[in-house]
């Protein structure tokens, strides 16, 4: 089965600093998706940032980037000029290309320092 | 365009007694998730919906937790009889395909329930 770590309960950033969010992963697939989604304490989830398994290149969405390992099954979340709104719990996710359980990791909470 | 739209937001009850949370998914989307997340965890898949029938309810407790989603659009997931370490925020989403083509999912904000 699936498995997704992240190492770290808790990060704090100060405002317009960067902070960097590890996610490791166990699969023996080689076609699969990787996901950041942020949980604010209205607990919805928001979809940060995806990446696609067969793509060499680094997925980007505005301030927030993935650094992604494909042979260390590592898939870290940077997020530059940190904002106050960008405090909540982070999950890491997998998904395998032919499934349809996207499997999660247990968050870190990011706080950011004004 | 709307979203996941899920109700009642936060419900309080006894243990032994039953809760219904009701879920309607964005417009045209196909599949429906419910997912139950406790507190300092992730997300947990209980059950999957493609249209009107169940794709993967794995790891849904029967014996306890039902779920229906007549007419491939509204879902309702009751929990009869509640037992204290269900409290949780019960989360639904929905995607315009099954999740295996990658699609993003989207999720509502939850049904937070606590049972004392």
């Known amino acids: 089965a699936q498995t997704v770590t992240q190492s770290q309960p808790e990060m704090s950033v100060q405002e317009a600093e960067t902070v960097t969010l590890s996610c490791t992963y166990d699969?023996?697939?080689?076609?699969?998706?990787l996901f950041w989604y942020k949980q604010p304490p209205s607990r919805q989830m928001i979809l940060v940032i995806r990446?696609?398994?067969?793509?060499?290149q680094n997925a980007t969405e505005n301030r927030f980037s993935v650094n992604f390992q494909k042979a260390a099954k590592s898939f870290s979340l940077k997020i530059s000029d940190s904002q106050l709104g960008d405090a909540a719990m982070y999950f890491c996710?997998?998904?395998?290309?032919?499934?349809?359980?996207?499997?999660f990791g247990g968050g870190t909470r990011v706080l950011v320092k004004p | 365009e709307a979203g996941v739209a899920q109700s009642p937001r936060y419900k309080i009850i006894e243990k032994r007694q039953s809760v219904a949370f009701w879920c309607n998914p964005i417009?045209?989307?196909?599949?429906l998730y419910w997912y139950q997340q406790i507190l300092g965890q992730g997300p947990k898949l209980l059950i999957q919906?493609?249209?009107?029938?169940?794709?993967?309810d794995s790891q849904l407790p029967k014996d306890r937790f039902s779920a229906e989603r007549l007419k491939g659009v509204d879902s309702t997931l009751k929990i009869q009889p509640a037992k204290l370490e269900d409290s949780a925020v019960y989360l639904c989403?929905?995607?315009?395909?099954?999740?295996?083509?990658?699609?993003?999912?989207?999720f509502g904000e939850g049904s937070w329930l606590t049972v004392v």
């Open positions: 996710a997998y998904l395998k290309a032919a499934g349809n359980k996207l499997t």
């Open positions: 417009s045209g989307h196909a599949t």
């Open positions: 989403a929905s995607s315009p395909r099954p999740q295996g083509f990658g699609n993003t999912i989207y």
């Open positions: 919906f493609q249209n009107n029938g169940v794709v993967d």
């Open positions: 699969t023996s697939e080689s076609d699969y998706y």
């Open positions: 990446q696609e398994a067969y793509k060499q």
